[in-house]
């Protein structure tokens, strides 16, 4: 079992920036593939980006050059920074494991609100 907490979300304006963390727990987190997605206005959550154990990065077209994922496997932290946030970006964001055997892990997740 993986345990994810997601921390970090907030009100923000449009052209700012936040920086989401997750927190993840198990012995072998660096093993992990890792990832942020977005409950969309029609309920679907969707893919925002992740990150491989070799720390391969694939991001959704609608952020790229705006988001960066990383991760600290020291810590077992993976972050998103995103800056230049448009309302559209206004979201619940979640966290996801996945391990080597398939498994999926998610957080509760965390609200972002990006308005004026």
């Known amino acids: 079992q993986v345990q994810l907490v997601e921390s970090g979300g907030s009100l923000a304006q449009p052209g700012g920036s936040l920086r989401l963390s997750c927190a993840a727990s198990g012995s072998i987190f660096s093993t992990y593939t890792m990832g942020w997605y977005r409950q969309n206005p029609r309920n679907q959550r969707e893919l925002v980006a992740i990150i491989t154990s070799e720390g391969n990065k694939i991001y959704a077209d609608f952020v790229k050059g705006r988001f960066t994922i990383s991760r600290d496997n020291a810590k077992n932290m993976v972050y998103l920074q995103m800056n230049s946030l448009k309302p559209e970006d206004t979201a619940v964001y979640y966290c996801?494991?996945?391990?080597?055997?398939?498994?999926?892990?998610w957080g509760q997740g965390t609200q972002v609100t990006v308005s004026s």
């Open positions: 996801n494991a996945r391990t080597v055997i398939g498994s999926t892990f």
